[in-house]
Nanobody, 122 residues
Framework: EVQLVESGGGLVQAGGSLRLSCAASGFIFDEYPIGWFRQIPGKEREGVSCISKSDNRIYYADSVKGRFTISRDNAKNTLYLQMNSLKPEDTAVYYC???????????????WGQGTQVTVSS
């Protein structure tokens, strides 16, 4: 059974930092690209970042470029998202998944976890 467990969200002031983690199980982690999307209730899902399975090709949304850094530890089956210089508009639920095909990074799995809430106060 595929499981993706996101963690690391919280409440932070604008300009602050958070590091999200996604623990993966139930599939061969290093065989798939993976990433993050975020969603605000009532708004469309936004792809945040995506990383290829092994050669570190990366996509970032323009809205987070230069502030967020995605990384993966294939030995630990874990994905990370370091978020710096956070802005109130980054407030959303963050989910561990990405549509890698859209960014030319390969075929990803269509699973995600329960998400982790990130709230940035002004």
């Amino acid at each position: 059974e595929v499981q993706l467990v996101e963690s690391g969200g919280g409440l932070v002031q604008a300009g602050g930092s958070l590091r999200l983690s996604c623990a993966a199980s139930g599939f061969i982690f290093d065989e798939y690209p993976i990433g993050w999307f975020r969603q605000i209730p009532g708004k469309e899902r936004e792809g945040v970042s995506c990383i290829s399975k092994s050669d570190n090709r990366i996509y970032y949304a323009d809205s987070v470029k230069g502030r967020f850094t995605i990384s993966r530890d294939n030995a630990k089956n874990t994905l990370y998202l370091q978020m710096n210089s956070l802005k109130p508009e980054d407030t959303a639920v963050y989910y561990c998944s990405c549509n890698a095909d859209r960014y030319g990074l390969g075929s990803s799995l269509s699973y995600w976890g329960q998400g982790t809430q990130v709230t940035v106060s002004s």
